[in-house]
């Protein structure tokens, strides 16, 4: 009678059962959100597993950390690049210098990467 008399004086709101469902719809509808985004999750985390290949990157570690030596000193090619770019720009050898060193600082992940991709265990 009090839902009746209330829908009455403001069409525009819905009683308190209409609200209580439509909240449980939304809920439940979160949860099969929550659900999908797991599944993607753990299906994403299965393949990365599948090209996880320990091996190689134990027997690449030693020449990745000779290249984390050379990706310091292409740090510092590229602070000493950049500065002299910015001191005369139309030096063209100076970027240049810092490509290099930004292949330089590139260098120790794509070792790793090169040593997994080749030992299949």
């Known amino acids: 009678m009090?839902?009746?008399?209330?829908?009455?004086?403001?069409?525009?709101?819905s009683s308190h059962k209409d609200y209580n469902l439509s909240r449980r719809i939304d809920s439940?509808?979160?949860?099969?959100?929550q659900?999908?985004?797991?599944?993607?999750?753990?299906r994403f985390w299965r393949e990365r597993m599948a090209e996880c290949r320990p091996l190689g990157f134990l027997i690449?570690?030693?020449?990745?950390?000779?290249?984390l030596v050379l990706a310091a000193v292409g740090?510092?090619?590229?602070?000493?690049g950049s500065i002299l770019s910015c001191i005369c720009p139309c030096?063209?050898?100076?970027?240049?210098?810092?490509?290099l060193a930004m292949k330089l600082i590139q260098l120790p992940v794509?070792?790793?990467?090169?040593f997994t991709d080749q030992i299949p265990c």
């Open 60 to 67: 690449g570690l030693p020449f990745a950390l000779i290249a």
């Open 35 to 42: 659900r999908e985004a797991e599944k993607t999750r753990v």
């Open 91 to 99: 030096c063209f050898c100076c970027s240049a210098l810092a490509n």
């Open 28 to 33: 439940e509808s979160e949860f099969e959100r």
């Open 75 to 80: 740090a510092v090619i590229w602070v000493l």
């Open 110 to 114: 794509k070792i790793i990467r090169w």
């Open 2 to 13: 009090v839902d009746a008399v209330h829908t009455e004086l403001n069409p525009h709101q």
